[in-house]
């Protein structure tokens, strides 16, 4: 099977999504894809409980995508081999009024990951630079005190918004989080196709919305805005990842290869030892407990 290098998916320098591919050609069945990737998620695994018990650093994943890129069943199979204790998954929806009365970063940061701990965004708080843009008028649910109409949402509004974002990933960088940002890139066919299999098999048509169609409408508008945030906010504390989504046992095997690569050059990242005074009696801990 081809094997994948990080930067190949790295945002590195400002993209063009019309020019970014959706496929990625791994050179390998399904059944071997699949087996790769579980070998990758064991390790991950592994890894994840080295981290907790490390207890220095915090890992983010932020996933993002358009309706259908695979955001659920992604979480599902990269994260199969966790161990509950160390991994946390939160799914955004639209904001509760609770919510509302804070800041729009407020429920993402109280949502942060402690350190030695995995948390994952299923949506994040990039939502309020996507979904706000293509519908600004959601803006004014915020109540915020600048902005008393549509036109008060304009370039200004939006550069501050950017800039606040970038400021939040680089503090949460700074205090120990590992950021790491997926856009799930899918094409508009491909959308179309699952689409239309949520319509078909019974057991999908509960994730069906009408509401998807008229997203659907406003594809171009969203390609817009997604080129847009991830431009101006891919950092190296805090770098996007663009990954072909058309297939999804590929797209699952390149995020997981990608965490995991990623994470091991910490070479800081390490059990810890004993304290000597435990260590010195490891032999009398045992013997004690053989002759019970």
Known sequence: MKDINVNDF????????????????????????????????EKLGDFQNTIYAHGKYAILICIQGMDTAGKDSMIREVFKDFNTRGIVVHSFKVPTEQELNHDYLWRHYIALPARGKFGVFNRTHYENVLVTRVHPGYILGENLPDVNSIEDINDEFWNKRFNQINE??????????????????????????????RLEKPSKNWKFSPGDLKERKLWDDYQTCYEDAINRTSKTHAPWFAIPADDKPTARYIVAKILYDTLIQYKDIVEPELNDKIKANLDDYIKELESE
């Open 10 to 41: 790295k945002v590195t320098e400002n993209i063009q999504l019309s020019k970014v591919p959706t496929t990625f050609d791994l050179q390998a069945d399904k059944k071997i894809i699949e087996n790769e990737l579980e070998d990758v998620r």
């Open 168 to 197: 939040f990933e680089n503090h949460i960088a700074q205090n120990g989080t590992i950021i790491f940002k997926f856009f799930l890139h899918l094409s508009k066919d491909e959308q179309k196709n699952r689409l239309l299999r």
